[in-house]
């Protein structure tokens, strides 16, 4: 079972830390993600959460999240969180239908319907974009 990286409050993840707990290839996704945040005008913000006992990059566009990114052994994992009002436009989206699955049957967080996504390729980008466009 993959584990949760960038657990030390000591040490922030600068692009070299990130690019040691990755490895090439998962930091070459990482970039091309920042890059994607950057061109549709979202921020990132990297936080350590005590509660969680992680490091978490929260992407906002104003005020608004938009999106949590946490470092996995293998992956970035992405938590989108909607209203029942989103559901019918998700499921709308130009986006994998797995996810689309894995969000129908997803059970809500108080008001809120998590649709998680586990990217480990560049590929899942653009369902990783779709979905931020709608959300912001």
């Known amino acids: 079972m993959s584990q949760q990286l ?16 990755f ?10 993600l920042i890059q994607r945040v950057s061109t549709l005008g979202l921020q990132t913000e990297w936080r ?4 969680g006992k992680g490091w978490l990059c929260k992407i906002t566009r ?3 999240t938009v ?7 293998g992956y970035l994992q992405i938590g989108f969180y909607f209203t029942e ?3 019918k436009e998700i499921m709308a989206l130009d986006i994998d239908n797995a ?20 990217i480990d ?3 899942q980008l653009s369902d990783w974009q779709n979905i931020a466009v709608y959300k912001k």
């Open 6 to 21: 960038l657990r030390d409050p000591e040490i922030s993840p600068s692009d070299a830390v990130l690019k040691n707990e």
């Open 23 to 32: 490895g090439n290839s998962l930091f070459g996704v990482y970039q091309d």
């Open 48 to 51: 350590y959460y005590r509660d």
């Open 62 to 64: 104003k005020a608004k």
């Open 67 to 73: 999106c949590w990114l946490s470092p996995w052994e």
């Open 85 to 87: 009002k989103d559901r």
């Open 99 to 118: 996810l689309k699955t894995e969000f129908e049957s997803a059970k809500p967080i108080g008001k809120l319907i998590p649709l998680i996504m586990r």
């Open 121 to 123: 390729r560049t590929t």
